[in-house]
Every structure is written in structure tokens, then in C-alpha cells.
């Protein structure tokens, strides 16, 4: 069987990860599923994603999406039906869905910890050094959980209340990326044993029906890959050509061809250096000619990311 074209760099426990999974089952495709690290170092990765070190990341050849919400975006253009943005569109779909994820993720990390107790020493450290700069060990975690309930209940309650005409998903009939960011928050809350206490904290009961439904859209045919097979792909790759053009030169004071980082705004804030190829609308791609894995296109969104020049 030929390799996959759509290679996805992840780990079962991710959240994010669950969201692409999902995406991927929504459009039923094949993909490659390359299984990394939960903490660096992940020494194949890096070649692809210049540093990036958050999970996951989409490859397609020579081309690599960091961030789901470019990762989203590149596959509706890839197969775009079915869509994963009826009713609402792709750009009210991202916009929403980005704040909600933004706001509530340490609050959900509060409530999943409060259930799931501590996890090991070193992820602990990792998350706090390098990731979230927030210790989320149990006993740091627990005297806000008041405050995180409260702000997680408050969203399910309009997430109960939207579905409560009996819609099928969000936007009616059809299952789209809206469904996909509000799952993949409860997924990693309800996890493990904590299904029955985190449904009656947050009064998913009602819902539990959609909560059935956005699971049972699976994950298409993933097909195991080695990170080396991967990184192959990429050198036997060019990256797809992009038109070079800055549209917000007032907002990133970079040309094309220029050097540039591009760094996360809030958490994992490790800068990707390459040169400038194009910032508009609706993203951000530089170029990396990399020893191992040649000449290279990472995608970013514009939301979360900023752009430096060197
Ligand atoms: N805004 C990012 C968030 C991704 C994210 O925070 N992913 C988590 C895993 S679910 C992560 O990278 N954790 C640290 C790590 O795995 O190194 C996205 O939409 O992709």
C-alpha cells in the first residue's frame, strides 16, 4: 500500500491531537500516524518543525502546519468535502473556536488534574519550564478550582443549551470543526475513570448523546508510521509554491526573503527562525532549508504567532 500523503506527528493523550484525529475521521481520510514524545526531546521532529515543540503538527510532504488552526485550514483545502465548516463558515468557525480553546485551557487543565491527581515528576516540570509556564501538579492546581469550575461550567451550560433543540452537532446536521473544539476540551476532562464526576460537575448529562456522536466520527484509516519514513517523505518533497506577499506590512515589519522568527504568543514560546515567505489574512509561512530534511514551508496562523525580523 502507497504511504499516506497527510502525515500527522502526535500522541494519543493529546487533546489538540484528538481534535485533528477527529478531523481527519470527519473527512475520511488516510493518513500517517507518527507517534512522538509527550516531552521533548523528540530529535526527529525538530528537523520538521524548526523547534516548534508543540503537538501536533500536519505534514504534507515538504509542507508543514503547526497549530490546529492551520492545520484545519489546510486540510478543508486539501479535501475540502466533506467541509468541516457548515453553517458557520471557516473564518466565524476559527475565529470562535480559537478564543474559546484559549481562554479555558489552563481551566481545563485545572479540572482534569483535580480529578486525575498528580502526574509524573518530570512531565510536571517539563509543562511548567517549557510548556505552560504554570506548575499544574495537584496541590498548585487545586485552590483555584472553584474559580475554574465556575468558568468551564458556564461555558457547558451554552454548550448544553445550543444542543437543546436536538440538533444533531452545533450547526445542525452536519458535524463541523465547532463540534470538534468544544470535544476535544471535555475529551481530556472526561478521560480515564472521570467520565461520571466531571458529567455531573459540569452538567454534561444532557449532552452526553452529542458527546457520543463527535467520538463515533472516528479517525479515518490512520496507517503507522516511522518518524524516519516521515522525514524521508519531507526530503524527497518540495514545498507547495506559495505566493510571496506581506498584506499586513503596518502588523509585521518584514519582507519576503527576509529572516524572521515566528514565536507562540502564549505558551511553549520557542521562536522557529527561517526566512519570510508570505503573512496575509489568513496565515504565516517561512522557509527552512534544513540538513536533514531539505528545503521546507511551516505554516502558522496569524492568531497566537508573532513575527520578528533578525
Ligand atoms: N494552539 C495550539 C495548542 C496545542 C497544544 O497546546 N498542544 C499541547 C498538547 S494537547 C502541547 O503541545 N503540549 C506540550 C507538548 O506536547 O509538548 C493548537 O491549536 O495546536
Not at 79 to 94: C, D, Q, W
Request: contains cysteine.
Amino acid at each position: 500500500m502507497a504511504a499516506p500523503q497527510i502525515i500527522l506527528h502526535h500522541y494519543a493523550f493529546s487533546p489538540y491531537a484528538e481534535k485533528v484525529r477527529l478531523a481527519l475521521g470527519l473527512k475520511g481520510l488516510d493518513w500517517g500516524s507518527v507517534e512522538v514524545a509527550m516531552m521533548p526531546p523528540r530529535p526527529l521532529l525538530d528537523p520538521l518543525a524548526g523547534g516548534y515543540r508543540r503537538i501536533p503538527v500536519l505534514q504534507v510532504g515538504a509542507d508543514i502546519y503547526c497549530d490546529t488552526h492551520a492545520i484545519l485550514p489546510a486540510l478543508e483545502r486539501l479535501a475540502p468535502e466533506p467541509s468541516l465548516y457548515p453553517t458557520l463558515g471557516p473564518a466565524l468557525t476559527e475565529g470562535l473556536t480559537y478564543g474559546l480553546e484559549r481562554d479555558l485551557w489552563l481551566a481545563v487543565i485545572g479540572i482534569t488534574v483535580h480529578f486525575a491527581g498528580d502526574l509524573p515528576e518530570a512531565f510536571l516540570r517539563d509543562r511548567k519550564d517549557d510548556y505552560l509556564y504554570v506548575d499544574i501538579s495537584h496541590a498548585a492546581m487545586e485552590p483555584d478550582f472553584a474559580r475554574n469550575a465556575q468558568r468551564v461550567a458556564a461555558w457547558t451550560a451554552w454548550l448544553t443549551q445550543a444542543l437543546s433543540d436536538g440538533r444533531r452537532f452545533l450547526g445542525g446536521e452536519r458535524a463541523g470543526a465547532a463540534d470538534l473544539a468544544h470535544y476535544h476540551l471535555l475529551w481530556l476532562m472526561r478521560g480515564g475513570e472521570r467520565a461520571g464526576a466531571v458529567d455531573r460537575l459540569l452538567g454534561l448529562q444532557p449532552i452526553r448523546g452529542w458527546i457520543e456522536r463527535v467520538a463515533g466520527i472516528g479517525q479515518g484509516r490512520p496507517q503507522g508510521m516511522s518518524a524516519e519514513a516521515a522525514l524521508e517523505a519531507a526530503r524527497n518533497a518540495e514545498p507547495a509554491p506559495v505566493e510571496a506577499v506581506n498584506t499586513v506590512p503596518d502588523l509585521v515589519a518584514a519582507a519576503p526573503g527576509d529572516a524572521v522568527t515566528v514565536t507562540p504568543d502564549d505558551f511553549a514560546r520557542v521562536p522557529v527562525e527561517g526566512r519570510l515567505v508570505a503573512v496575509d489574512a489568513g496565515g504565516i509561512v517561512i522557509r527552512r532549508d534544513d540538513p536533514q530534511a531539505g528545503a521546507l514551508h511551516l505554516h502558522f496562523p496569524r492568531a497566537g504567532f508573532v513575527v520578528t525580523k533578525v
